[in-house]
């Protein structure tokens, strides 16, 4: 899941926003449509492309022999600090994990797996069954040796009924025998066995193509050393918050909890001597994150925010990189509550937005592709279905979505009974009794702000009294909390702005299953249950068939209207023009390859 980057900005600043933004509401053009050439926004601001950027360095000059990289990641929070794949559930944890744990298996650039990483494996000739390999020289940063009980024993934990974290869903019960053992009714997970030190063997209940493309959960967790652990208390062990250890060419050395994490290489990692001696790991303020890239406090960001772009494009001493973001910003409308007990969303037809004609109208009243242009310069474009064009073997790209026409959202309105019945110039509901949502928002970037109170605006223009939750933006780990991600839905959220990172597999099942908690506006539908199976079943191996059935179900969600999707994102990430062999590219992992030409970062001048 990712993170929305906003943050507060002066009223005075945020009110021309929106007023300037208001009036470019009749502008359709899409970023999406891709132009070699740059062009003018309002008042002559540059409107960019990604086409404008390369996805890898072209840094030049020859590496030195060790050296020390600066990575910050830009959030205005400290980081939970659940620092093992099997536990995290933040977005900004990963990217402290990555530097010194990583997948037992390698992907390329179209997200399917292959057999370049840690373990190779074997496909039956039924699709069902599959043999993993584990190389003989991968071992964790305490000498001890990857095998294959280390590998089941994070299946294990994550499928038990004590596991604290939120991993547990359709990649698991896929498995035979899952289910019984997350129930209690069985001791082991009938359906993966230990060969032998190094081999594990899998026996999934059906094929299905969403194995090969990140549905096999490829995270190993240390058995030795959580073993004597009881499973509810993991995730805040000594061993999860400061010792973590992994497999990757870095190991951790410090750690500042919620702020930075300090490794040394890992002269044992199995792909050979990482380049640099030193990693510091920290978090960098979206305020601040402009004056530690020119002064070299950072070499690069995991992401830098796309609404501080356009003042820094020129920026001397670095070099942007950019790439369509696997991610998508929406606005989640509340249509139900989580059973902990069930583990599964549970429909309320009585939400105050169960309405879909309420949440399809507040679709047609918002012209995202004018935020996209006024407040990112076009390194956000508008979103039209829930699979992004980071996936474009399924990204619909000839479905519109639900359309900017604020006239037709209040005909919608109109037709559906919602009318102004006592003059205030706001909507009561069908029955005559005042309507007013609630609506959640993160802060994080400079137009956190204003852009909610575009939003809130645009519902007001056609009769909606939309008010902001508790009068303010929330900060992300209580905004995430509130919205559910602990399994208790804040009553007095209607609608909230979030943003979803999507996996490599396209399967959306994760954000909008029936037994995904990360499912926070509770949503449920047979039509989207009998899709989801589909999609991931031996038939949709075919890939034609898995297109169509992707299709239907982008069109499902225009019907159902659970989520509006609002913008597609471009990655932007400044890189230091000492750091060699840096690259965004889709499931780049190779983080020992990366390199400096000298001591200190280059400054700017």
């Not at 584990?134 to 596991?163: C, L, M, Q, S």
């Not at 974290?165 to 025998?177: H, L, N, P, Q």
């Not at 990482?274 to 950072?298: C, H, I, M, S, Y």
């Not at 509901?429 to 005042?434: L, T």
């Amino acid at each position: 899941m990712k993170e929305n980057r906003w943050r507060i900005v002066l009223s005075a600043i945020m009110l021309g926003l929106v007023l300037m933004l208001a009036a470019c509401g009749g502008d359709e053009e899409s970023k999406s449509d891709k132009s070699d050439d740059k062009k003018s926004g309002k008042d002559g601001e540059q409107i960019y492309s990604i086409d404008d950027f390369n996805v890898e360095t072209k840094n030049e000059g020859k590496a030195i022999n060790g050296g020390h990289l600066k990575f910050g990641v830009v959030t205005d929070t400290a980081i939970e600090g659940l620092l093992n794949f099997n536990f995290y559930s933040g977005a900004h944890d990963v990217e402290f994990i990555k530097w010194f744990d990583e997948s037992l298996l390698d992907a390329d650039e179209t997200h399917n797996f292959n057999q370049d990483g840690a373990a190779t494996f074997e496909v039956d000739d039924s699709g069902k069954v599959y043999t993993f390999k584990i190389r003989d020289n991968v071992n964790w940063h305490d000498g001890k040796p990857v095998t294959a009980e280390d590998w089941a024993f994070a299946y294990e934990v994550i499928g038990h009924p004590d596991y604290p974290g939120v991993r547990y869903g359709d990649d698991f019960t896929i498995i035979e025998g899952m289910e019984e053992y997350h129930n209690g009714k069985a001791d082991s997970i009938s359906g993966i066995e230990v060969v032998d030190e190094k081999t594990l063997k899998i026996t999934y209940k059906e094929a299905s193509p969403s194995l090969l493309s990140g549905g096999i959960w490829s995270y190993a967790l240390p058995k030795h050393i959580f073993k004597d652990i009881p499973v509810a208390k993991m995730a805040e062990s000594d061993a999860v918050r400061k010792n973590p250890i992994g497999m990757g060419p870095y190991k951790v050395d410090s750690i500042t909890p919620g702020e930075a994490v300090v490794l040394t290489k890992n002269e044992d990692y199995w792909q050979g001597e990482p380049k640099l001696d030193k990693v510091t790991v920290k978090v960098v303020n979206p305020k601040t994150v402009v004056q530690a890239l020119k002064t070299g406090e950072v070499d690069t960001v995991h992401e830098f925010p796309a609404d501080q772009y356009p003042d820094n494009a020129d920026m001397s001493n670095v070099e942007f990189l950019g790439n369509i973001d696997m991610a998508y910003s929406y606005i989640g409308f509340k249509l139900g509550t989580w059973d902990k007990e069930k583990k599964e969303v549970k429909p309320d037809p009585n939400k105050k937005m169960a309405d879909v004609n309420l949440r399809k109208a507040m679709g047609h009243a918002i012209d995202n592709d004018a935020v996209g242009k006024q407040f990112y310069n076009g390194l956000r474009w508008n979103a039209t279905t829930l699979i992004p064009p980071s996936h474009p073997n399924f990204h619909d790209k000839d479905n519109p979505g639900i359309a900017y026409d604020p006239e037709k959202a209040k005909k919608i309105l109109d037709e559906a009974g919602y009318k102004d019945t006592n003059g205030d110039g706001m909507r009561e509901n069908p029955d005559g009794e005042e309507l007013v949502i609630n609506f959640a928002s993160m802060s994080g970037g400079e137009t956190a702000e204003p852009i909610a109170n575009y939003y809130i605006q645009a519902w007001k223009n056609v009769g909606l009294n939309v008010k902001l939750l508790d009068g303010r933006l929330q900060e992300f780990n209580s905004f995430y909390d509130r919205i559910g991600q602990s399994g208790d839905d804040d009553p007095k959220i209607d609608v909230y702005a979030a943003g979803w990172g999507v996996a490599t597999d396209v399967n959306p099942a994760g954000l909008y299953g029936r037994d995904a908690l990360f499912n926070f506006t509770r949503y449920a539908s047979e039509e989207n249950d009998k899709l989801l199976k589909q999609g991931v079943s031996k038939d949709a191996m075919d890939l034609e068939y898995r297109q169509k059935v992707y299709k239907d179900w982008q069109q499902l969600m225009v019907e159902e209207v659970p989520v509006i999707p609002t913008n597609y994102r471009a990655k932007i990430v400044p890189v230091n023009k000492r750091v060699l062999n840096y690259t965004i590219a889709n499931n780049w992992a190779n983080y020992y390859e990366i390199a400096v030409t000298q001591e200190e970062p280059v400054k700017a001048e």
